[in-house]
């Protein structure tokens, strides 16, 4: 074994070696952190497509629920479905709010899209169908004789309102 060299005059040779470590640790931390925001970026993609999917289908449910009540007389109760879109399952209610004939806002429909097994509406929708003959022979009157030509020549969206899950 070597003695001690007490007249050796202390160096720098290690602390290239520090630096380096402390580089390399700096560098790692900072690799897995990115790692770890791009990984839950990628996750949210996933979900987010899912859930605009969802979205879109229930869109496609409710306007298909209102063009099958659009030129029939409707009180309440389902209109149309249930819907399978994009492997969806939807439920469609139409509830009557006022049959006003004569009115520029013959029929006003309440619409409420669900997801099957869920009992919060997703879609909300308010519209008003104008119910006038579309030709002066027809007759106005839609819930007797129920025609594209007597029932639905006229619609309006009063409200329509998403509320995701």
């Known amino acids: ?3 001690w060299n007490r007249d050796r005059v202390p160096d720098e040779a290690g602390a290239i070696l520090l630096l380096a470590l402390i580089f390399t640790v700096l560098t790692a931390m900072i690799v897995g952190a990115l790692a770890t925001w791009t990984t839950n970026d990628i996750r949210n993609i ?3 497509k899912s859930s605009r999917s969802m979205l879109s289908s229930a869109d496609g449910a409710t306007q298909a629920a209102i063009g099958s009540i659009r030129y029939v007389y409707w009180t309440s109760g389902s209109c149309g479905g249930p819907f399978t879109i994009n492997n969806w399952n939807f439920s469609v209610t139409c509830t009557a709010m006022s049959v006003n004939e004569g009115s520029i806002n013959s ?3 309440n619409v409420s899209t669900f997801v099957s097994g869920n009992p919060k509406a997703i879609i909300q ?11 002066p022979s027809d007759k106005n009157d839609c819930s007797t004789s129920p025609t594209p030509t007597t029932c639905g020549t006229g619609m309006s969206v009063n409200s329509w309102v998403v509320q995701p899950e």
């Open 46 to 48: 996933g979900n987010l």
């Open 125 to 135: 929708t308010q519209i008003s169908f104008n119910d006038f003959a579309s030709a």
């Open 107 to 109: 029929r006003v429909v």
């Open 1 to 3: 074994m070597r003695p």
